[in-house]
């Protein structure tokens, strides 16, 4: 089983940055990400990493060259830095881990099966 836990998430303005953390349990799982839901849509990708630093993290074309995912192994910690906040960055942002998924999966949130409390990140205008 894997527990994750977000935090970071606050009201910023347009053009501003933020840095969410996700605490993880344990790094036995395939793949790890972020996710983000706006109210009345769907949950949608954001980033995501196979493994815990295996390879290039994956990016939605929307955050690409804006949002940067990271791993710290020894604070077995996640984060998303996002930068040049738009107010379509708007959601709450969760992070995901799949111990089942394969990896042309990764971008797809029904492959994860943990996933944690999420967090709100608001960019006004």
């Known amino acids: 089983q894997v527990q994750l836990e977000e935090s970071g998430g606050s009201l910023v303005q347009a053009g501003g940055s933020l840095r969410l953390s996700c605490a993880v349990s344990?790094?036995?799982?395939?793949?790890v990400g972020w996710f983000r839901q706006a109210p009345g849509k769907e949950r949608e990708f954001v980033s995501a990493?196979?493994?815990?630093?295996?390879?290039?993290?994956r990016y939605a074309d929307s955050v690409k060259g804006r949002f940067t995912l990271s791993t710290d192994t020894s604070k077995n910690t996640m984060y998303l830095t996002m930068n040049d906040l738009r107010p379509e960055d708007t959601a709450v942002y969760y992070c995901g881990a799949g111990t089942r998924l394969i990896l042309s999966s990764m971008m797809n949130s029904d492959a994860y099966n943990y996933w944690g409390q999420g967090t709100q990140v608001t960019v006004s205008s």
């Open positions: 344990t790094r036995n799982f395939r793949a």
């Open positions: 990493i196979w493994g815990w630093n295996s390879g290039r993290p």
